[in-house]
């Protein structure tokens, strides 16, 4: 089955430890991106990755890192957590860049941050 | 800037018309599309018009686009309690694939 998939679901962490959200989509997708969604806010995009070893900074990417080795994996990384990245965090694939190619959710992550 | 705004409640009875809302700012924006959050559950693609059209229609959807005034709805005829979920309308700004998000519109469907 065609997914994008994520893990931890659900994650409760206290501020300054160290945390990897990790992302994986089996439809070779080249472009691949992570968002978060706050109530009232909508999502806003952290950071994007147009192919491997491609990345880039989103409108809100202050306090996250990413990496993208291979073309299937686009983890997420919090190298020191504050309570303000209490959030949801959504990360999605779509085939290319193009403005008219879907883009394929995950199912989410839900951190909080103590 | 980019902005994109849409009301944050609608309810309506079952088998009613729901109408959702939402403006945008950028009039690059080649594309624009309707997503559907259930609860629990991440966002899919309902549908998306493309900026050169007036109307599109998709079974129980209707989508309208008012370029001039930059105003988005999506009409759902018939509207079922599985309809119920958060809308979010989003624009997509011609740069690399990233989309630009509305606060999304919980619709909640009374029996």
């Known amino acids: 089955e065609a997914q994008v998939t994520q893990n931890p679901r659900y994650l409760i962490t206290v501020t300054g430890k160290k945390l990897t959200v990790t992302c994986s989509q089996n439809?070779?997708?080249?472009?691949m991106s992570w968002y978060r969604q706050d109530p009232g806010l909508g999502l806003r995009q952290i950071y994007y990755?147009?192919?491997?070893?491609?990345?880039d900074k989103g409108d809100v990417p202050e306090g996250y890192k990413v990496s993208r080795k291979e073309k299937r994996n686009f983890p997420l990384i919090l190298e020191s957590p504050s309570p303000n990245q209490t959030s949801l965090y959504f990360c999605a694939s779509s085939p290319g860049a193009g403005v008219q190619n879907e883009q394929f959710f995950g199912p989410g992550t839900r951190l909080t941050v103590l | 800037g980019e902005d994109v705004e849409q009301s944050l409640f609608l309810s309506v009875r079952e088998g009613d018309s729901s109408v959702i809302n939402c403006t945008y700012t950028d009039s690059s924006s080649t594309y624009l599309y309707w997503y559907k959050q259930e609860p629990g559950a991440g966002l899919q693609l309902l549908t998306y018009i493309f900026s050169n059209m007036d109307m599109k229609q998709d079974q129980r959807l209707t989508v309208l686009l008012n370029k001039k005034d930059k105003h988005l709805s999506l009409r759902i005829a018939d509207t079922q309690t599985g309809d119920s979920a958060i809308y979010f309308c989003a624009e997509s700004p011609n740069q690399g694939g990233k989309l630009i998000f509305g606060q999304g519109t919980e619709l909640s469907v009374k029996p």
């Open positions: 439809m070779n997708h080249e472009y």
């Open positions: 990755s147009m192919n491997v070893e491609v990345t």
